[in-house]
């Protein structure tokens, strides 16, 4: 379980986020607010990407300003923008980054990425060079780039924003099925409603939380 | 733009390993510049072009990889014919070429993470001196990955000052052009940082 004890985060001396507790025990968490709200800066602080300026954030108990390795383990992270996370020319050279590791052979590290591609369909795809892909392919890519490391959480952080309408579909239906806790950072509140939990954040403060439908309604209400 | 780093294959240049590939670029290197003779230089730059029958790269493909120089190469060929004599043009063209076909070929058949774990191997006794290899290879394949990505934004933002007609102003292009890339090596590291999760995985 995540969980953010008294925390704050400043940024260039102004509070970004103010005061924050909270104990996420639920599988399927959404991330709800306008523009520069704070909501990507909540996330960030899951996976120990962000420290908090004050408090402190446990991810099974372990601190993230403590235990960074370890925590990272733990918490998956896919970007928006998937061009900016996938750091290798080609998918299966991609996807074998994160994996090195001293008591992993290399035939053992290939085993791995090629039934991450099967589970993934991208077997296709694994000598392509990543550029070439479409936008889709790439946030599969990036996504299976996370899922190999067998995070027990992943955070979503807009994922679909830079996808069509189809592609859109295509991992939001990925996301529902992953077996990992998710959180999911979305401008679109459609792909929320099912969600076990929603929470606003407004001007770097928790403005709702709670079941999907007074959530919606009450961050609908900021904007009426 | 670059968009083809590596084309499968199983030939025997794809099969050699590729230490031994860029071990044969730097000495082709070295002894390209050390030779004097025109005929030498010529007959490594066949020799190179017969390398790409070996690998069975097409054609069209060896070409393209000098497409990209050939503006460069006639501007050297040019100051050497002006300032020396055209013989002396012609021996350093022919070196830039033999170096570009090679390297060209060693990258068209060798897998970047073979590429780089080469390199790791070959600058390991380095780390004694504390070079951080991992961060070296890293590095490399940044660089190759983010080769094309550097030219679409260059592309993106030229055709934005186009349609304002701003076209040649090289500020206009080249602010925009540096924003978006300082901004994209941020998310880059961030996302690194995201996937580092071995003590072996390079930050």
């Not at chain 1, 970004?16 to 507790?21: C, M, Q, S, T």
């Not at chain 1, 035939?107 to 889709?136: F, M, P, W």
């Not at chain 2, 055709?159 to 880059?188: K, N, T, W």
Request: hydrophobic residues 45%.
């Amino acid at each position: 379980m995540i969980e953010l004890h008294g925390v704050t985060v400043e940024r260039d001396g102004r509070a970004v986020l103010r005061d924050i507790n909270l104990k996420l025990p639920e599988r399927r968490v959404g991330i709800i607010g306008a523009n520069g709200s704070g909501k990507s800066t909540l996330v960030r602080l899951f996976n120990g990407l962000l420290l908090p300026s004050r408090g402190e954030v446990l991810v099974d108990g372990l601190s993230t300003r403590k235990n960074g390795k370890e925590v990272r383990r733990k918490v998956g992270f896919v970007f928006q923008n998937p061009d900016n996370q996938i750091v290798y020319p080609t998918v299966g050279e991609d996807l074998a980054f994160g994996l090195k590791s001293p008591g992993r052979s290399k035939s053992e590290t290939a085993d791995i990425v090629d039934a991450c591609l099967a589970a993934y369909g991208l077997s296709h795809l694994k000598t392509r060079l990543t550029h070439q892909l479409s936008g889709g392919e790439k946030q599969l890519v990036a996504i299976a780039g996370v899922t190999i490391m067998q995070p027990e959480y992943i955070v979503f952080d807009e994922p679909t924003t830079l996808l069509d309408l189809g592609n859109t579909k295509k991992i939001m239906q990925l996301i529902h099925d992953i077996e990992q806790t998710v959180f999911l950072v979305s401008h679109d509140l459609d792909h929320l409603a099912d969600f076990e939990r929603l929470i606003c954040i407004h001007e770097g403060r928790i403005h709702a939380d709670g079941a999907p439908g007074e959530v919606l309604r009450q961050y609908r209400e900021l904007f009426a | 733009m670059i968009d083809t780093f590596y084309i499968a294959g199983n030939s025997f240049l794809h099969r050699l390993p590729a230490a031994a590939k860029l071990v044969f670029i730097a000495m082709l290197g070295t002894a390209v510049f050390l030779c004097r003779d025109l005929y030498y230089v010529g007959a490594a730059l066949v020799g190179i072009i017969a390398l790409y029958g070996v690998a069975h790269v097409p054609p069209g493909m060896m070409f393209r990889q000098l497409k990209f120089s050939l503006i460069l190469l006639a501007i050297i060929f040019s100051v050497q014919w002006l300032v020396a004599d055209w013989q002396t043009g012609l021996l350093i063209i022919l070196r830039f070429a033999v170096l570009i076909l090679a390297a060209s070929l060693v990258t068209l058949t060798t897998r970047t993470s073979d590429m780089v774990e080469a390199l790791e191997r070959i600058l390991q006794p380095l780390r004694h001196f504390g070079l951080d290899v991992a961060k070296v290879s890293l590095c490399l394949s940044l660089t190759i990955r983010f080769i094309p990505e550097v030219a679409r934004i260059t592309q993106q933002v030229r055709e934005a000052q186009r349609a304002r007609g701003l076209e040649h102003s090289i500020l206009a292009v080249a602010m925009p052009v540096i924003i978006r890339l300082l901004r994209m090596a941020d998310e880059i590291a961030e996302a690194i940082e995201a996937r580092t999760v071995s003590e072996d995985t390079p930050r």
